[in-house]
């Protein structure tokens, strides 16, 4: 059984830093490119971020260029998201998926989920 868990959300100050953590059991998370997306209230899921199998390509959105860093640890076969400079627009429940098209920015391309984790950024 595949899961993934994210961890490391919270509430902190505009300007403030958190990483979150996607860690996967059932699945050797090196074998796919792995991707963050986030949802607001009353949003659509966007994607965010997604780095590829080796870790030698990441992808981000425009919005979070120059604040989000995604990496990833595959010998404990997790994936990170750095988030400097946090905005209250980044306030969202942030999710990890693994994809199975190797494209990042295709949200059907990718099957399993985490539950999320609720990030709150506060002016």
């Known amino acids: 059984q595949v899961q993934l868990v994210e961890s490391g959300g919270g509430l902190v100050q505009a300007g403030g830093s958190l990483r979150l953590s996607c860690a996967a059991s059932?699945?050797?998370?090196?074998?796919?490119?792995v991707g963050w997306f986030r949802q607001a209230p009353g949003k659509e899921r966007e994607f965010v971020a997604a780095?590829?199998?080796?870790?030698?390509?990441?992808y981000n959105a425009d919005s979070v260029k120059g604040r989000f860093t995604i990496s990833r640890d595959n010998a404990k076969n997790t994936v990170y998201l750095q988030m400097n400079s946090l905005k209250p627009e980044d306030t969202a429940v942030y999710y990890c998926?693994?994809?199975?098209?190797?494209?990042?920015?295709?949200?059907?391309?990718?099957?399993?989920w985490g539950q999320g984790t609720q990030v709150t950024v506060s002016s």
């Open positions: 780095i590829s199998r080796s870790g030698g390509s990441t």
């Open positions: 998926a693994t994809s199975i098209t190797g494209r990042p920015l295709s949200h059907n391309g990718y099957d399993y």
């Open positions: 059932g699945r050797t998370l090196s074998s796919y490119l």
